[in-house]
């Protein structure tokens, strides 16, 4: 039978589990650190084109930068000026700031009746001033979001081995916690439950391509780590569970 909870004992449990769905939840992160105000200018920046209202997009252009309004009409058309789209989902989301320079990439994703359009901004704002430092468009068949679906469907090897190794290290940190709570030992109970849960540096697959990376700063709660970012893509994350491997090694001495 477990033991009884103490408040001290809750509250400790409740902001594990606080910060475990915090992590879990990368995308809401997202929402909320979001460059807002260029997020609004971005797509201004579109409607412009689409209502073939060139002057502000022209005038916002970046030193160096040039399109001619015979290119303009051109993207105007393949925009679908003067029908209504469907709905538009942004899909991409990334800002680096670099000597006083804020860069903004900016994806979206625009559904006609019979249309798809993924729409690439590059945005720079400095002294409070947003210009636009490249446009890109693409025709795509499928939603992104059906595209970076999480399946089995045409998955190599490596991304079953991966999802193995992801779900045995994610059991193997929960019944090392488990074992911890029902150890019999002192007060650093909850210092070793704290670091089993932890796993330390993270080797993730993205699930669409199959590519993997390692980042050897990071931390992962219960050891594993998923997420989707706003196109759909998942990624799954594995941390070294090396508080559970060491809680095993010294588990003897703990309990005397």
Request: charged letters at 15%.
């Amino acid at each position: 039978m477990l033991p009884i909870l103490t408040r001290p004992r809750m509250l400790a449990l409740c902001a594990v589990l606080g910060l475990a769905l915090a992590g879990c939840d990368r995308q809401q992160v997202a929402h909320w650190l979001a460059p807002t105000d260029e997020d609004a200018a971005g797509r201004q920046y579109v409607e412009d084109i689409r209502d073939r209202n060139f002057t502000p997009v022209q005038t916002s252009l970046a030193p160096g930068v040039a399109v001619p309004e015979e290119a303009l009409m051109s993207l105007a058309t393949f925009l679908n000026a003067g029908e209504a789209p469907r709905s538009v989902t942004i899909v991409t989301r990334n800002v680096e700031r670099a000597d006083g320079t804020a860069h903004y990439d900016l994806g979206y994703q625009y559904q006609f009746a019979k249309d798809l359009r993924l729409i690439e901004l590059n945005l720079t704002k400095s002294g409070g001033v947003t210009k636009i430092a490249g446009l890109h468009t693409y025709a795509i068949t499928v939603p992104l979001q059906e595209i970076n679906a999480f399946n089995f469907r045409f998955k190599s090897r490596q991304h079953f081995i991966f999802l193995g190794v992801w779900v045995l290290m994610a059991l193997f940190n929960l019944v090392t916690a488990y074992a911890c709570w029902r150890t019999m030992m002192g007060r650093t109970k909850w210092l070793w439950l704290l670091i089993i849960l932890l796993g330390f540096g993270e080797l993730a697959i993205n699930w669409t391509t199959g590519t993997i990376y390692y980042d050897l700063m990071a931390l992962e709660l219960f050891g594993v780590g998923i997420y989707r970012d706003l196109s759909g893509v998942w990624t799954l994350q594995i941390g070294v569970p090396l508080g559970a491997i060491l809680f095993w090694m010294f588990r003897s001495k703990l309990k005397a």
